[in-house]
């Protein structure tokens, strides 16, 4: 079960837009990482891989944390909203689920719930 100060530090980092930091720090070396059920990447290096991915397409990505962040034992529950600025001049506004099971004070499994329709990039007025 993670303490809450080390819940707050990851949260911090995420919203600092370390994501690729965040995963290097606070998962496991053979975590999974999932969407909507979808497959998941297995390994803490496939997290940061795909997490790097995602930054070079982005001019810039706000992440903030909605809380109440909801923690029961070894499970966390965050809501995620991230606002995306591709290189294409393109938008991209998600609001995630993030369910979480941790193993001590890292991250051993992550599946996000969201609606894929967010995925759409749109173009500003």
């Known amino acids: 079960m993670p303490t809450r100060e080390t819940l707050e530090r990851f949260i911090r980092r995420v919203e600092e837009g370390a994501h690729a930091e965040a995963c290097e720090e606070f998962y496991t070396a053979h975590s999974t990482m999932r969407e909507n059920l979808g497959p998941p990447r297995v390994g803490r290096e496939a997290h940061v891989a795909n997490e790097r991915k995602i ?46 099971r941790w193993e001590g004070e890292r991250i051993a499994e992550e599946i996000f719930f969201y609606d894929p329709a967010q995925l759409a990039p749109v173009r500003p007025g």
Do not use: M, N
């Open 55 to 100: 930054h070079a397409r982005a001019k810039r990505i706000e992440s903030t944390c909605v809380r109440p962040v909801l923690v029961e034992g070894d499970h966390v529950v965050i809501r995620w909203r991230f606002r995306f600025e591709w290189l294409d001049g393109s938008e991209t506004r998600l609001e995630e689920l993030a369910w979480q």
